[in-house]
């Protein structure tokens, strides 16, 4: 009987002296093209991408990515992608249909992969100060000269706030929208709609530059230790405030707020006199819980009497229910156990405020954040190392540490003169 064999003579995945043969990998520029979809103002939307050759004619120039998009259906975008594919297999040269800064600044926030709060930020830059003024340009016909007058007209009326509507844009916030149009282009680049990104001509658009943005930077206001303690004292004895281990708690270890109020009585080691800060309450959600504004947990020391107001909030927090006081349960959670708004614990702390200030003429306002930068503030007062600050702090680098407060620089540096000429005196 005859030996039934494959049309190569041999078994598949085998050559002929039976060894196996491994598929040969296929290009990039020849893999099928894919659809995914996405979100826009207008509802849900539709897109594909191919890779094609940048000249058919010369495949030796390689391939780029060819984007489609705005579809109303995954049937349009694949009606669309196959008379794409069937371009590409018989070498047409594909048109390079390049969409608006508006419709292509959308489909790049849709692709973002980044936290929540991150894009909300990005698609508001996109909203008010890019898509108004340039959302109906070419993404080709969109030049640096441009771009430079977009800039100075934000610099001059570019506010959308419903206080300071019209009002000059700070350097600050033209930066931001520098830097998400910058980024924008660069991805059209990516996309083969662009060769060059305009916004990185630097000696035409002129963007506001570093310096500039921290000279408009509004002035930290923080309180003095005896501020801080009068606080403290009148808050704990005369409010009788349920809040004031929160309080004392920012003050003490310079926590952010959204991280206190995410903090869990598991979190609190009473035997090292540390606590670990391992989450945030997302803002954006409030009933949820994020990583913390770096994305990387630390561990930082607390005060003893700190520690000793905190074991008396759980005895409190117990009586109300035992589950409060689980290892699992929020410290500051409300009395559902549930997680607490960091907005309305910012308008409890401007009631606080408003308190305060009336009573005591020598008290100033400060933010719930004020109290973060006096934790900070005071540390470099006292001489304390900005890298301990940092760590305490959480900042990602020892540079933005002392970027922000660069206000303490010139008591930083009397007091290293003087225990200097102190040293050298022998004293």
């Known amino acids: 009987m005859a030996r039934k064999t494959t049309t190569a003579g041999h078994e598949p995945g085998a050559n002929t002296t039976g060894e196996e043969v491994k598929p040969a990998r296929r290009s990039r520029s020849r893999q099928p093209g894919s659809i995914q979809g996405y979100e826009t103002d207008q509802g849900k939307r539709w897109r594909f991408q191919i890779y094609v050759l940048k000249d058919p004619e010369y495949p030796e120039m390689g391939s780029r990515r060819l984007t489609r998009s705005g579809f109303t259906s995954t049937d349009e975008a694949n009606d669309a992608l196959q008379e794409a594919l069937k371009q590409r297999k018989q070498n047409e040269k594909f048109g390079n249909k390049v969409p608006t800064v508006g419709v292509y600044a959308d489909e790049w926030a849709a692709g973002l992969k980044l936290a929540a709060s991150t894009i909300k930020g990005y698609k508001k830059i996109i909203r008010n100060h890019i898509k108004p003024q340039l959302g109906t340009l070419r993404l080709d016909k969109l030049t640096a000269t441009r771009i430079a007058r977009h800039y ?70 923080t309180w003095t230790a005896e501020q801080l303690q009068t606080f403290l004292t009148w808050n704990r004895d005369e409010r009788e405030d349920e809040l004031y281990p929160l309080w004392r708690l920012i003050a003490y270890t310079g926590m952010r707020r959204s991280e206190a109020l995410a903090l869990k009585w598991s979190d609190l080691n009473i035997k090292t006199m540390r606590v670990s800060i391992r989450r945030a309450v997302d803002t954006d959600d409030w009933t949820k819980t994020k990583t913390t504004k770096t994305g990387n947990a630390r561990v930082i020391d607390v005060d003893e009497d700190t520690l000793k107001v905190l074991a008396s909030y759980k005895v409190a927090r117990a009586e109300l229910s035992f589950t409060l006081a689980k290892a699992d349960a929020y410290v500051f959670g409300d009395d559902d156990g549930k997680l607490r708004s960091p907005d309305a614990m910012t308008s409890r702390w401007d009631r606080r405020m408003n308190w305060l200030t009336k009573k005591y003429d020598t008290m100033n306002r400060v933010t719930i954040k004020g109290l973060r930068h006096t934790h900070a503030t005071l540390l470099l007062e006292l001489g304390e190392h900005p890298k301990v600050v940092q760590e305490r702090l959480g900042h990602s680098t020892i540079t933005t540490t002392m970027n922000i407060y660069s206000h303490v620089t010139p008591t930083m540096q009397r007091s290293a003169v003087d225990r200097f000429a102190n040293h050298l005196r022998g004293t």
Do not use: C, F, M
């Open 152 to 221: 100075r007209d934000l610099e001059d009326h570019g506010r959308k706030d419903e206080y300071g509507k019209g009002k000059p844009l700070s350097a600050n916030s033209v930066h931001k929208v520098h830097v998400v149009l910058g980024a924008i282009l660069d991805a059209a680049i990516d996309d083969g709609h662009l060769t060059v990104n305009p916004a990185k001509k630097k000696r035409t658009v002129k963007a506001p530059t570093t310096s500039e943005v921290r000279a408009q930077k509004p002035e930290i206001v």
